[in-house]
Structures are given as C-alpha cells and as structure tokens.
C-alpha cells in the first residue's frame, strides 16, 4: 500500500508562486505515474497534471497550462507541483495521486491519493 502526503499549501496572492511537495512511502513511486489533481468547493476534483515514471511526459488541464509544472525526485520518492502566476480561480485543495504508467486525466485511473492541502489565492 501507498501513502501519499501532500504539502506546501497556503495562502498567497494573486499573481504569486507557490510549489507543493508530495511524498510517497510504503511503495517506491518510480513505477508510477504521479499526477496532481484539484477540488474547488462545489466542484468536481479536476485534474491538473500528471509525469511519467521516468519523468520523460508530461500532461496538464486547459487551465493550467504554461503555468504550472510538474516535476518529480524517484531518488527521494517526491513529486512537485510548480504554481506560477496564481489565480483566484486556482483556490481548491490539491491532491496527489498515483497510478499505472501512462497519462491519465480520469480520477478513476488513481488508486492511491493523499489527503490533499489547502491552496487559497486572494485577489
């Protein structure tokens, strides 16, 4: 079993960076691929982004391109979540998730999560 621990959230301002951190334990996550996802209050998780193993591809939402990166450490069983250029609308709590190899957008392809951090972006 994989335990995923998100962290790095908080409270920033419009137009800040910020960068979360996720770690894995009881499994090596350099089999995985890792992908970050996002729930707003009232709205369905969204996907964000996923990495493959290797870190070779990558894949990220509409939303988020060209402002967020995803980045991975297999050597320290981490996965990053670059936030540049924040919005008001990027407040949600984010979670980390990992699943088989490939790129996957669809939750349902995740079997393990953590328990997300809070991301909060005032205007």
């Known amino acids: 079993q994989m335990q995923l621990v998100e962290s790095g959230g908080g409270l920033v301002q419009a137009g800040a960076s910020l960068g979360l951190s996720c770690v894995a334990s009881?499994?090596?996550?350099?089999?995985?691929?890792m992908a970050w996802f996002r729930q707003a209050p009232g709205k369905e998780r969204e996907f964000v982004a996923a990495i493959t193993w290797s870190g070779t591809n990558t894949a990220y939402g509409d939303s988020v391109k060209g402002r967020f990166t995803i980045s991975r450490d297999n050597a320290n069983n981490k996965v990053f979540l670059q936030m540049n250029s924040l919005t008001v609308d990027d407040t949600a709590v984010y979670y980390c998730?990992?699943?088989?190899?490939?790129?996957?957008?669809?939750?349902?392809?995740?079997?393990?999560w953590g328990q997300g951090t809070q991301v909060a972006v005032s205007s």
């Open positions: 998730a990992a699943g088989r190899n490939g790129l996957y957008s669809r939750r349902s392809e995740y079997p393990y």
């Open positions: 009881g499994r090596t996550l350099s089999t995985y691929t």
